[in-house]
Structure formats: C-alpha cells, structure tokens
C-alpha cells in the first residue's frame, strides 16, 4: 500500500521520492499522485528527461500503458523556467536527469511548490543511480517500491540486466531488463 504525504502547510513546498528496481510501479505512482492533485485543482506540469523515448516522445507512459502529458528536458535547469505559477511538479526517470536535480528541486520546495520525482535507486549493477542518492538524502518523504522476483517470486529489489550491453544507460522494457530479489540476482 502506498501512503501519500499529507498536506503541509500552504505555501510550504517539499520533495516526495518514489524510488524502486525496474517494473516496481513507480511511474503508476506518480500518474496517481499527479491526478489526485489536478482533482484538488493543484497546477501541475510534469516533466520527463528528453532521452526517455521509450513509450511516447512526451507523455509520461507507465508499463501498465496510463500516461500523462509532459515536458522532455534536456537540463534539469530548463524545470526551473518551465514550472511558474505551478502548485506541483512531477519529475519522472530522474536517474537520467544530470547532476543539477536537486539544486533545482530544493529551488522549487522553497518556493512553494510541492515535487515529486520517480527513478531508479540502482542501476543494472546494484550501484546508486544518478541523481537519486542526493534526492533521498533531501527528501521530505521517501517511498520505496518493489516489483516482484520473476525467477522465485520474492520481492524484488534489483534491475538485472538481459541485453549483453555493458553502457551504464540502456532505454528498453521487458526484453532488457527483469526484477529480481537479491538472491537470484546475485546467482
């Protein structure tokens, strides 16, 4: 079950991280959170790194195939200019976001607005992943989501890679990629 912060006090802004190994669900959560705050007629503009192509050149698609529109960066900067007058941003697959992120979340918790930003926490070999270590150290709240083991059924915590590519970043989906717990990673 997913807990969902509660309200802070207006015109207080904080950092929600939804973080978790590949097929954990967290795309479905920040689809779900971005919803439930344009329900409470929030503004709300997602964002999403420009080299995720994966299921559509814009919208934030989960693997479940809900989407939202959104806007691919190429900078974390460009959020900054892209998000005035905005109660809540969205940032999706931040692992693929440069080093900048969270000088640009912290801006914008401290201007109010209320961001939520999904990623990987490891990447295909178990090491932290891009921006999200520095994420979750700010983080007002953190939520850690698990897929489930393909090969024994357990809760999975890692991404392990499929495809023979030894490059850090690799877009891809089921053919790629599978979850697994840390037994039958490691074997």
């Known amino acids: 079950m997913f807990t969902e912060p509660i309200s802070q006090p207006h015109n207080k802004g904080w950092i929600e991280v939804v973080c978790g190994s590949m097929f954990s669900g967290k795309t479905e959560e920040l689809i ?7 329900i409470a007629n929030k503004r709300v503009e997602i964002f999403k790194p420009v080299i995720d192509t994966r299921y559509h050149e814009t919208d934030v698609v989960s693997h ?3 989407s939202i529109r959104s806007t691919p960066v190429e900078h974390s900067q460009n959020i900054l200019l892209l998000a005035s007058g905005i109660d809540v941003v969205g940032i999706d697959e931040a692992q693929f976001m440069d080093v900048s992120l969270p000088d640009v979340c912290e801006q914008l918790a401290k201007s109010g607005i209320r961001v939520i930003i999904t990623g990987l926490d490891m990447d295909f070999e178990g090491k932290p992943f891009g921006p999200i270590p520095q994420l979750l150290a700010i ?19 890692f991404s392990f890679r499929l495809a023979a590519s030894e490059t850090r970043v690799l877009l891809g989906e ?6 697994r717990c840390r037994s039958c990673y490691y074997k």
């Open 32 to 38: 779900r959170r971005l919803r439930r705050a344009q």
């Open 64 to 66: 479940n195939n809900n």
């Open 174 to 179: 089921k053919d790629s990629y599978e979850p």
């Open 139 to 157: 983080a007002d709240h953190i939520t850690k989501v698990h897929a489930i083991c393909v090969r024994c059924g357990d809760i999975a915590h």
